[in-house]
């Protein structure tokens, strides 16, 4: 990867991280459009500079982090059904991830769903996240592994699972920021670990490209992160909705009229 496409990816990841538009499937879409060679370090850099958007989690709601036990053990507990689900459909999970067009049906499947969530959950009843109980927490983390299918957006699923669950939408968003951290942290680790076992190393360039792509990823996500809450709160996830509507029929469109004999997608 050149310059540029780090750039790229790292602002794309940094936007898309947080908000239910799916940042793993718009990422999956960057690297086929731009050409770039699905390498080792390229799947890895993909994962790892989430590394970047964890740290905008910490920086942004730090006070959070220094209320109590409780408030980390029920991270752990919403983070456990993604952690036995991410080691069992590993190996699959890595294959749906090499299909663009399994994203691009996706981002339509779910743009649809956030077209009415709204209507769907009209009285909370938990307007901060420091009330969610474990068990509800345990519920929201089992709505967080629909994510593992590449399209459907990790805070997406779990946002809307909060929602489920009796939270509104500002305690939903912020809930699905902090189970971002242990989930995030974990799945960059485990791949780095693949990585490494692999006998795969970096070269000094390759560490350059990772610093980039994580402290541009950490600067994106800080603005996104501040604007998305605002937004959400006041005029709810319609327009999120459209969005990934229209650019999974785009996708479709495009692999339709000729997409599937190209090396974009």
Known sequence: MDLVQTL???????????????????MILATALMGIQPTDFVKLFTIAIQLGTILSVLVLYWRRFFRSVAFYLKLIVGFIPAAIFG??????IDELLESPLVVAVVLVLGGIILLFVDKWFLNPKIDDSDEIGYLTALKIGFYQCLAMIPGTSRSGASIVGGMAEGLSRKAAAEFSFF??????????AYKLLKYFTSGNSFTSDEL????IGNLVGFVVAVVA?????????????RLFGWYRIIVGL????????????????
């Open 8 to 26: 790229v990816l790292a602002i794309i990841e940094g936007l898309t991280e947080f908000l239910p538009v799916s940042s793993t499937g718009h």
């Open 87 to 92: 080691l069992l459909f590993n190996d699959y």
């Open 179 to 188: 189970l971002a951290v242990p989930t995030m942290f974990a799945a960059t």
């Open 208 to 211: 350059v490209t990772l610093g």
């Open 225 to 237: 992160i501040k604007s998305f809450v605002g937004y959400v709160t006041k005029y709810g996830f």
């Open 250 to 265: 785009a996708i479709i469109l495009l692999w339709y009229y000729g997409g599937q004999n190209l090396n974009v997608l």
